[in-house]
Each structure stands twice: as structure tokens, then as C-alpha cells.
């Protein structure tokens, strides 16, 4: 039964974020491996802080890599170029500390439980997943995009932030900044936006109402519809009053800490990894990449109005152990007709994935910003409709 109102949240974060700084050098390293090396195994963990950073993890690979070289143009191109931010990629230290992957991971890797006890097997039956675990896919008709409204608009606010300060259009800007977009429902359709928060970094020299207003008129009224805002919208900017102080020099940032930033902004479940610094054959990142495709594809197809579907694997097995859906009430057809038709249509085996989705290219640091998924620039393949057809076949219609 829908609720007749309620509100529903998500935040987003800017590139400058600590946390997303790590994201996009872990991505940074694994894109420059991969343009050298496909073959590579990689699971990269950065963490900054101030005038720091540690690049950790496991990786095996013939790629010749500068590390601290990547690491330092990553986060000059966000920003962080100069000592009076308080975090410089021209000066700070970087610690590289990595290993190679374990050999009991590889073993599944290269060759799968199918393998291993057959002995001759199916080509995509030779790579087993790279870990345990669920990952998860949603989509919904809220947006073009196929995206919650909340994730979606609260991921343009901070792109239009990092615009704004990038073009120089608002030139005392930094690069740390979070926005939070909170949406009325009516019958479970978005009915306005309840609430708008923006925070952001800038210069110490500039006052609160100016910044105020310019981020309100050349920020959220440049993002959000103007039929979604009314004279009742809150709108808070920087609450605190002053945010001059940010980045790594104000709090660590971690690799994989803002996952459901990365994902759909708290709408539905949530699978058990994050994406960054990890290669394809980790299925954290390739599976959930694969499971939005899906889902996208099935309310593409108009099958549903809203759908989420949850895969799991056994690490070193090619096989999923299980396919969850859940159309949330709105399927055209039966769940178990429409399962049926997902798993005739899509092979969800690791080494099927990274074929149908060309995962082995160098996209990854594109995606450590501003969401993994919804992203209309046309550079994610998991973006893709064009499997609705085929799926709309399967069940008949």
C-alpha cells in the first residue's frame, strides 16, 4: 500500500571531498594500468589527509606505473593546486604501500569451480568471481535517466558547483562541497522538492549572503526545475555560516566510503561493496554495474515502473548462487515470467559481463564522481537500453 505523502532524501558530494579524492585516484591508478595491461588484478585503496597520501592494496600486473605521479595529477586536475587550500598535489607526500593478489583469489579467478571440476569448460565459464558477496541494481521512471529524483538532482547540484568553479563564473569557490536534495512524494510520484542544502567551500574573505544568493541562483535554480521548487522549498546554503576550511586538511577520505552516494542515494537495497580502485573481475564493481543494466533495461522495456534486482556470487565460481527481483508491485507481467525472461536475455557469469559491457577499457576515474549510474554523457555502456526489445520478446509482448 503507497504512502499518501512522505519525503525521501539523498546527498551527494563534490570531487573535492575528501572521500571522492580517494575514489578517483584509486580509478586513476586502475585506468592507467588497464590502458597497459587487461590482464591486470587490481585493488587499489587510497586514503588522504592533510599533506598526505597512502596509495595501499593488491596488485598484479606487467603495467609500469608512476603511482605518486598519477596520485599528484589527480588531485591537482580537481583543484587542490595550491598551498592555500591546504592540500597541494604539487607538494604533498605520497606513501605507496601495495602487494600483489593473494594466489588463493587467483586460483578462482583464472580458473572457476566449473573448471576445476570438469576440466574442460565453457570459455566464460574460465573466470570465477573475484569475491563473495550480493551486489544490487535499481531503476524507476522518476527521471529520462531512470534515476530516484533525489540521487539524481542532488548529483547535478554538485556537478553545476564544480562548473561553476571550474569556468570561474563563481571564482571564489573551493573544490570541497555537499549538496542534499529532499523530495515530497504523493502516492508514491515526486510531487515537489521539500528541501535543498548546499554546502561549499570558499574563499575566507567572502560573506555569507553573497554566497547565498549566487549559489542559489546560479546553482539550484539552474539545476532543479522551477515546477519543483515553490514559495514553501527550503533552501539552505552553507548553515553553518563559513566553510573555508575543507578537503583533506579538514577530514580523511577513504576509498569506497560514499557507496550509496555511488549508487542510488538510499532508494532500495544496497549491495556489500564499493566499486573504486577495483578491476572488473571483482564483481562488487562489474556485477553491480551489470545489475543496473538490467534493471534499466527492464523499465526501459516498460515491464515496470520501478525494479531491483539483487545477484550474488561465490568468489572463484562463474555462476551467480542466486537472482533476486523485486518489481515493487509495478511489473507487467509475473515476477517469476519476468526473472525467466532476465535470465534467458542476460548472462551474469563474470567474464559475460566484461565482454558485454567492455570493461576492460580505461573508464573508471569518470565514474568516481558524481554518481556511477544515471550519468547522461553516454560514456557508461551500463547505460545502455538497448536490450529492452529482447526483453519485451522474452515475455512475449
Not at 521512471?141 to 542532488?154: G, K, R, S, V, Y
Not at 532476465?342 to 548472462?347: K, N
Amino acid at each position: 500500500m503507497k504512502q499518501k505523502k512522505y519525503l525521501f532524501t539523498s546527498e551527494s558530494v563534490t570531487e573535492g571531498h575528501p572521500d571522492k579524492i580517494a575514489d578517483q585516484i584509486s580509478d586513476a591508478i586502475l585506468d592507467e594500468i588497464l590502458r597497459q595491461d587487461e590482464a591486470a588484478r587490481v585493488a587499489c585503496e587510497v586514503m588522504v589527509s592533510t599533506g598526505f597520501v597512502l596509495v595501499a592494496g593488491e596488485i598484479t600486473t606487467s603495467a609500469i606505473v608512476d603511482y605518486p605521479t598519477v596520485a599528484r595529477e589527480t588531485v591537482k586536475a580537481i583543484g587542490y593546486d595550491r598551498p592555500e587550500l591546504g592540500f597541494d598535489g604539487n607538494t604533498c607526500a605520497v606513501m605507496i604501500a601495495l602487494d600483489k593478489q593473494s594466489p588463493d583469489i587467483a586460483q578462482g579467478v583464472n580458473s572457476a569451480l566449473e573448471c576445476r571440476e570438469e576440466g574442460t569448460c565453457d570459455p566464460f565459464d574460465r573466470v570465477g568471481a573475484g569475491d563473495s558477496g550480493m551486489m544490487v541494481g535499481f531503476a524507476c521512471n522518476e527521471t529520462p535517466e531512470m534515476m530516484p529524483l533525489p540521487i539524481f538532482l542532488a548529483h547535478r547540484l554538485s556537478f553545476q558547483l564544480a562548473r561553476m568553479r571550474k569556468s570561474r563564473n563563481i571564482p571564489y569557490l573551493r573544490p570541497d562541497g555537499k549538496t542534499q536534495v529532499t523530495v515530497e512524494y504523493k502516492d508514491g510520484e515526486p510531487l515537489r522538492v521539500h528541501t535543498v542544502i548546499v554546502s561549499t567551500q570558499h574563499d575566507e574573505d567572502v560573506k555569507h549572503p553573497r554566497i547565498a544568493q549566487d549559489i542559489e541562483e546560479r546553482v539550484i535554480r539552474n539545476v532543479i526545475p522551477a515546477h519543483l521548487l515553490d514559495k514553501k522549498t527550503r533552501i539552505m546554503v552553507n548553515p553553518t555560516g563559513r566553510f573555508v576550511i575543507g578537503g583533506p586538511v579538514a577530514d580523511v577520505g577513504l576509498t569506497g566510503r560514499k557507496i550509496i552516494q555511488d549508487t542510488y542515494g538510499g532508494r532500495g537495497a544496497h549491495g556489500g561493496g564499493c566499486f573504486s580502485g577495483k578491476d572488473p573481475t571483482k564483481v562488487d564493481r562489474s556485477g553491480a554495474y551489470m545489475a543496473r543494466y538490467i534493471a534499466k533495461n527492464v523499465v526501459a522495456s516498460g515491464l515496470a515502473d520501478s525494479f531491483e534486482i539483487q545477484v550474488a556470487y561465490a568468489i572463484g565460481v562463474a555462476h551467480p548462487v542466486s537472482v533476486f527481483i523485486n518489481s515493487f508491485d509495478s511489473a507487467k507481467v509475473p515476477d517469476d515470467e519476468l526473472l525467466q525472461a532476465i535470465q534467458a536475455t542476460f548472462d551474469l557469469r563474470p567474464r559475460a559481463i566484461i565482454e558485454r559491457l567492455g570493461l576492460l577499457k580505461p573508464i573508471y576515474k569518470q565514474t568516481a564522481a558524481y554518481g556511477h549510474f544515471g550519468r547522461d554523457d553516454g560514456e557508461f555502456p551500463w547505460e545502455r537500453t538497448d536490450m529492452a526489445k529482447a526483453l519485451r520478446e522474452a515475455v512475449g509482448r
